[in-house]
């Protein structure tokens, strides 16, 4: 039986536009390049792809700025999905955008109808139970209506807390296996993980905690050494992608895909 948190058949990306120099951050660091995110992307499709995953390449939408982090659109769950309703406005219309592709795939689509607000990048979903992450972009509101649409497909809603100053839960963790999270330290320090096997990123390298686990790899942004030595020793099989053009605008491995 494969388990269904971080054993995958599919992945639906979205290739990035043009539009992308809009994307929002945080803070300024630089404008993205669009040329170097597309090659970063296809890198990232084909790690996906070597697993023997399908992967859907949906096309780019040059009116939303941020559509190739779709993660953020959607729940997918084994019973089904759920559309999110994200917390920043210039995002809301990427959802409708997502919903037909979903469609394809699921008999059973439900949706966050508000008035709170979820974004999927606030979401992990372990073996025993989903944690939501209060953010900027998540609120009580939408944790709530979550933890009554997928309550009757037999899964627990524990709401989180995002540190301040990090833009999704997910910003700062990441699935390994059933049983094991990559955090960075001041994540775990909040205690939300008891119970878990924790790995931490290492000092300095906080922005490698957002990685996938799809299948037998772990994809994780290069540049983070210790972070990739902390994982190898522990026996994952790494890939590491090139993410300087997403981090520019707060992006990662997890947003990327949607992945069931
Ligand atoms: C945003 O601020 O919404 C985008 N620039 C980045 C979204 C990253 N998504 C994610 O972590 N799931």
Redesign the pocket.
């Known amino acids: 039986m494969p388990d269904p948190t971080f054993e995958f058949s599919r992945a639906i990306t979205r290739q990035p536009s043009s539009a992308i120099v809009d994307?929002?951050?945080?803070v300024d660091t630089g404008t993205p390049d669009l040329d170097q995110m597309l090659k970063d992307h296809a890198s990232y499709v084909e790690a996906l792809k070597s697993t023997g995953a399908e992967v859907v390449v949906l096309p780019a939408l040059e009116d939303f700025?941020?559509a190739v982090?779709v993660?953020?659109t959607a729940l997918c769950l084994p019973q089904g999905a759920v559309l999110m309703r994200?917390g920043?406005a210039t995002?809301m219309g990427e959802v409708a955008h997502m919903a037909p592709t979903l469609s394809k795939f699921y008999d059973t689509i439900r949706e966050i109808s508000g008035p709170g607000h979820v974004?999927?990048?606030?979401i992990l979903v372990t073996s025993r139970e989903i944690l939501v992450g209060r953010s900027d972009?998540t609120d009580a509101e939408g944790v709530e209506e979550l933890r009554r649409l997928v309550a009757d497909w037999g899964h627990s809603v524990r709401e989180v807390f995002t540190p301040g100053g990090v833009?999704?839960f997910?910003?700062d963790c990441s699935l390994l296996d059933g049983q094991t999270i990559l955090s960075t330290k001041r994540l775990e320090a909040s205690g939300c993980f008891e119970g878990y096997r924790v790995l931490n990123t290492a000092e300095g390298e906080e922005a490698a905690a957002?990685t996938i686990r799809f299948n037998n790899l772990v994809l994780m942004p290069a540049g983070f050494p210790k972070t990739a030595e902390v994982l190898d020793r522990a026996g994952y099989e790494v890939v590491q992608i090139n993410n300087t053009e997403?981090a520019k605008?707060?992006?990662?491995m997890?947003?990327l895909s949607l992945r069931f």
């Open positions: 994307g929002l951050r945080a700025p941020d982090f993660e953020d994200p920043a995002r974004e999927g990048g606030d972009r833009l999704h997910k910003t957002n997403c605008i707060d992006g990662g997890s947003c």
